[in-house]
């Protein structure tokens, strides 16, 4: 069988976690793969499987706005989806590609529009993924913030748009329209690859959660800078425009703490002064950081999030975007992390690095998440996942070679 994975839209390797994970199981069962990204070069480094082919997956220039998107209508119409013949175009070039690969299944993750071209071409297609890029099978999609004033009938407005441009596409290939975007995610062909807990629009009912796949940490050692107290780890991006107040207000307090940044200048230890802090771009296991130390503060990944929690940590998670607030707030409702205010300016490090050390409630609910959850059960799982997809694709097409020999039996000789 010929499997095609793609990443169409959203940023970091964390969208390669799935397909780098179920690559390497189809290609040890005998299938051929092939991994469309939107990023080439980070699929090259992320992804190690011997044999996958990588090759670059069709992508819309995004219209980049000062605001975030208010729902997943909105975060399709910054990226293609507003105007048909823009979409038609994205569409067409899937299209090609399937042909050229001679494709039998898709596998797909933040692809909206590889989704509309398999429908199209009449391809199975499997969604995979993370809560918040798939949906809830609801009608329109629920706002990302749903106290956000005005948002509910943001959202409407922005389905509706969405919808059109996606029933023009669809109907040129003669293929069925459909009635909201629930429709997308809304059938069986739907595989979360994320927790109950984890769910940051809240845990569906009916729906099986496959978890996240046991990707083998690699990295160096944590080596802890002298100071006092409990350690303390960070994981930030250097240009978070709280970073030097972080830097400056986790100084101050003396512990040790060590802070993985990338894209932080060569003299940042310089800079800082402070001889508790060790700032480095170098890559640290996280399961020995786990192992090692109760406060670790994040950005909130869905995949590094998951990882600490399945290590029994509770993470201090200070969002960068607004999946990573989604994912805080859920957390923080069901007393699995610690949120930090939703305002960067009104962080206070010292507050909630004590919180981690004295909220021994909300680490034993790690705690607890881990043994639900543990990582041995990873890899059985993904196996099991896999298989699925593979028998799922295989089913189809024999139903769809039975309906064309059935209609070819009709047709007058």
């Known amino acids: 069988m010929n499997i095609l994975l793609c990443w169409e839209l959203g940023g970091g390797s964390g969208h390669l976690e799935v397909p780098g994970d179920l690559a390497g199981r189809f290609l040890n069962s005998g299938h051929s793969v092939t991994l469309a990204a939107r990023d080439v070069t980070s699929a090259a480094r ?33 990226c293609g989806f507003r105007k048909p013949e823009g979409l038609q175009a994205l569409v067409n070039a899937w299209k090609r590609l399937f042909e050229l690969l001679q494709t039998d299944l898709i596998v797909v993750d933040h692809s909206p529009a590889a989704i509309i071209a398999a429908r199209c071409a009449e391809i ?46 669809l109907l040129s290939a003669s293929a069925k329209p459909i009635e909201s975007l629930a429709d997308l995610f809304g059938h069986e062909d739907v595989f979360l690859t994320t927790y109950p807990e984890l769910d940051s629009y ?21 080596e802890w800078p002298r100071g006092k107290g409990e350690p303390v780890f960070v994981y930030m991006h250097a240009d978070y425009p709280q970073f030097p107040v972080m830097v400056r207000q986790l100084g101050k307090l003396g512990h040790p703490t060590l802070i993985v940044a990338p894209g932080a200048p060569a003299d940042i230890n310089q800079q800082h002064g402070f001889s508790n802090i060790v700032v480095t771009k170098r890559h640290v296991n996280i399961d020995e950081v786990a192992g090692q130390c109760r406060v670790i503060i ?23 975007f607004v999946e990573q607030l989604m994912l805080a707030k859920q957390l923080a409702t069901t ?10 300016a009104r962080h206070n490090y010292k507050e909630m690095v004590q919180a981690a050390l004295e909220n021994d409630a909300i680490h034993r609910n790690a705690a607890e998440f881990s043994d639900r959850h543990p990582l041995s059960e990873c890899d059985a799982e993904f196996e099991l996942l896999a298989t699925t997809l593979v028998n799922s694709a295989t089913q189809c097409s024999a139903q769809d070679n ?6 070819e039996d009709h047709e007058p000789s």
């Open 335 to 344: 007393s699995l992390a610690f949120a930090a205010h939703p305002d960067p």
């Open 298 to 320: 994040m950005h909130g990944g869905h995949g590094s999030v998951a990882r600490v929690l399945r290590c029994g940590v509770a993470p201090i998670i200070t969002p960068l």
């Open 202 to 222: 809240g845990e569906r009912s009916n729906t099986h959660y496959w978890g996240t796949p046991n990707q083998l940490t690699t990295g160096s050692s944590p």
């Open 124 to 169: 199975s297609v499997a969604v995979t993924g993370s809560a918040f890029i798939v949906p809830p099978a609801l009608t329109p999609l629920p706002p990302f913030i749903r106290e956000q004033k005005g948002a509910k009938e943001a959202t409407r407005r922005t389905e509706a748009i969405a919808v059109a441009s996606i029933n023009s596409v």
């Open 402 to 407: 039975d309906r064309r020999n059935q209609h």
């Open 46 to 78: 992320y992804t190690t499987t011997a044999n996958l082919d990588i090759v670059q997956a069709p992508v819309a220039e995004l219209n980049i706005e000062r605001t975030a998107a208010v729902g997943y209508a909105e975060v399709l119409l910054r």
